[in-house]
């Protein structure tokens, strides 16, 4: 199954839409391809992989989703962390961490630029059939109401928040809060980043992650450092708020988010105050 993003700018909205019977006949995997892309296209694109790889890795357990499908064959896609995603997302989440940085700051590193699309790969193969959730659901009302930010190295007549940076601003908040669901997850994920976890406290597991998290981002460079950057105050959170809700293909893998909507826009609107600057 192929799931595309879409715009539609008469509503500021920005989601995607998935089905069974969009399938992609051949896929091009070629390095070649991102040769001559500015950095911050590569850095953007590199970070969504980065959060395709930690969200499907963190997601809910496909045992644990509901509603359950009466029959196997019904499962959906986005069906939760199994077995097998893991395989893909912890190793895609292993080579972004490692070459991401490379492929950045060096245009001519062409190890980095095909270990990432490697890294890209797999992790569609591993949220493809697990799901993403918080970053991917909050990303949709950041980029689709965009007030007028326009990201450095895209050349376009048009305001624009990547999808990659869109993701990005808001994990470091997003794994603070997810973290108490599954502190093994969250702390294996912190030791791929270089955190020394062997006297780590599972309570602290979130935060650990969070922190990597975002000093990866900032060592990286060219990132917003949190969404007042973007252009967002503290009266916009509510609409973010209600801008997130509905994408309810992502929220239902979100860990620690099985509560009614009021709970779930109180914990939205706590992430995305916390998310303003850090
Ligand atoms: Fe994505």
């Not at 390095?31 to 963190?58: A, F, I, Y």
Request: glycine letters at 8%; a negative charge; proline letters at 8%.
């Amino acid at each position: 199954m192929l799931m595309r993003p879409v715009d539609l700018v008469s509503h500021k909205a920005k989601t995607g839409i998935a089905h069974r019977a969009l399938k992609p006949l051949l896929g091009i995997v070629d390095p070649l391809n991102t040769r001559s892309m500015p950095s911050q296209v590569k850095s953007s694109s590199g970070l969504d992989v980065l959060c395709h790889s930690l969200e499907s890795w963190t997601a809910i357990p496909y045992s644990e989703r509901v509603p359950r499908p009466t029959n196997p064959i019904l499962r959906p896609a986005y069906q939760g962390a199994n077995p097998i995603s893991d395989i893909f997302s912890f190793e895609a989440l292993k080579l972004t961490v490692k070459y991401l940085p490379r492929s950045v700051h060096n245009p001519d590193d062409a190890e980095a630029q095909e270990k990432m699309l490697l890294a890209a790969t797999l992790a569609g193969v591993g949220f493809g059939n697990a799901g993403v959730h918080l970053c991917h659901g909050l990303s949709y009302p950041i980029s689709g109401m965009n007030k007028g930010y326009k990201h450095a190295g895209y050349e376009v007549d048009h305001p624009i928040i990547p999808h990659g940076v869109s993701v990005a601003v808001t994990a470091p908040q997003v794994f603070r809060f997810t973290g108490p669901t599954n502190p093994d997850r969250h702390l294996a994920a912190a030791e791929v980043f270089g955190v020394d976890i062997s006297n780590a406290k599972a309570e602290s597991a979130g935060e650990i992650l969070g922190d990597a998290v975002a000093e990866f981002l900032v060592k990286l460079g060219d990132q917003p450092r949190g969404i007042s950057q973007l252009g967002f105050t503290r009266e916009d959170i509510p609409a973010l708020v209600e801008g997130t809700l509905p994408q309810a293909r992502v929220l239902m893998l979100a860990p620690n988010f099985q509560k009614d909507d009021d709970q779930k826009r109180e914990d939205l609107a706590r992430i995305l105050e916390q998310s303003l600057t850090y």
